[in-house]
């Protein structure tokens, strides 16, 4: 089982729907979670983080967290044509050996169609 | 503007050449990471820095794989020999202190070609 998995899409929403993103991670003990988004050809940025459970907010970006059932989402709202992208989902793991590194899910094309 | 930079951008080479990339992380960053990403495999880490020190290379093929920090405005991948598995887009990222484990920035990558 991979740490993090996400459906690989496309996900194909109209313009101005809720695009929902989902991933799931295998250790329970994970406690932080990433949204990166890349568009095509381009390098991943950073673009929402959530802690604890529940949502987290920004603009038009929802984040949410339920960890007893090892799952986080990616709400946008207002889809808009620029939010095409792949989005990474990444967890953050705790290790004594190696130190703290992020692991990247494969990431689910959006494409929002106008 | 602070950014990470990679050299080359785009590289094609023979089976069995060396190749070397090159990153400056963000000035002040102290973590450095080096990803690759391929279609099948996605994003994967190869070797992480923290303040020069490299704490995880778990990720890469020893064999022919290394990565260093020669100072802290520079880290090299180097991959010799080549061979065409090793096709991918590589990937830098710095980052600052403890939140640089996971706020990383990304450079804009070296598309590596190996025939």
């Known amino acids: 089982q991979k740490e993090v998995e996400q459906n690989s899409g496309p996900l194909s929403v109209p313009e101005g729907a809720i695009a929902s993103l989902n991933c799931t991670y295998s250790d329970r003990g994970s406690q932080s979670f990433f949204w990166y988004r890349q568009y095509s050809g381009k390098s991943p940025e950073l673009i929402m983080f959530?802690?604890?459970?529940g949502d987290k907010e920004d603009g038009r970006f929802t984040a949410q967290l339920n960890k007893a059932s090892q799952y986080v989402s990616l709400l946008i709202r207002d889809s808009q044509p620029s939010d095409s992208a792949t989005y990474l989902c990444?967890?953050?793991?705790?290790?004594?050996?190696?130190?703290?590194?992020?692991?990247f899910g494969a990431g689910t094309i959006l494409r929002v169609k106008s | 503007d602070a950014r990470v930079t990679q050299t080359p951008r785009h590289k094609v080479t023979e089976m069995g050449q060396e190749v070397t990339m090159r990153c400056q992380p963000i000035?002040?960053?102290?973590?450095v990471f080096w990803y690759r990403q391929t279609m099948m495999q996605g994003l994967e880490l190869l070797a992480y820095f923290r303040n020069r020190a490299p704490l995880d290379d778990s990720g890469m093929p020893k064999d022919r794989f290394s990565a260093e920090m020669p100072d802290a405005t520079l880290a090299t991948l180097k991959i010799q020999p080549s061979e065409p598995r090793d096709s991918a887009v590589y990937f830098c990222?710095?980052?600052?202190?403890?939140?640089?484990?996971?706020?990383?920035?990304f450079g804009p990558g070296t598309r590596l070609t190996v025939t």
């Open positions: 990222a710095s980052g600052l202190g403890e939140a640089g484990g996971y706020e990383q920035y």
């Open positions: 990444a967890v953050y793991l705790v290790s004594m050996e190696y130190g703290n590194k992020l692991v």
């Open positions: 959530i802690y604890s459970n």
């Open positions: 000035l002040g960053h102290n973590t």
